[in-house]
């Protein structure tokens, strides 16, 4: 079992820029994709970003490349996601998921967490 917790969301101005963390516990080896994924209110759930342990290869999508990176510390099980130039579309709740296989899919993905707010005002 893996456990998911997501902190770093909040209130911003468009512009700006905040950093969401996810802290994984748990049978983490068994995880070797992580993955951020935002629902926005009446939408469906979309990917947003991925990470591979193994080599560090990182997936984004096309309405965040270039604003949106992906890191992760495997010491310390934890997964971010640096957003600069935040735009009031991207305003969602903000998942971390784990999986083994490393996509955009987010049927992909066994673990997820909480959720943390993002709201991005114009």
């Known amino acids: 079992q893996v456990q998911l917790v997501e902190s770093g969301g909040g209130l911003v101005q468009a512009g700006g820029s905040l950093r969401l963390s996810c802290a994984a516990s748990?049978?983490?080896?068994?995880?070797?994709?992580m993955g951020w994924f935002r629902q926005a209110p009446g939408k469906e759930r979309e990917f947003v970003a991925a990470t591979r342990r193994s080599d560090g290869n990182t997936l984004y999508a096309d309405s965040v490349k270039g604003r949106f990176t992906i890191s992760r510390d495997n010491a310390k099980n934890t997964v971010y996601l640096q957003m600069n130039s935040l735009k009031p579309e991207d305003t969602a709740v903000y998942y971390c998921a784990a999986g083994w296989q490393f996509t955009f899919n987010l049927k992909d993905y066994d673990y997820w967490g909480q959720g943390t707010r993002v709201t991005v005002s114009s």
């Open positions: 748990g049978r983490t080896f068994r995880s070797d994709a």
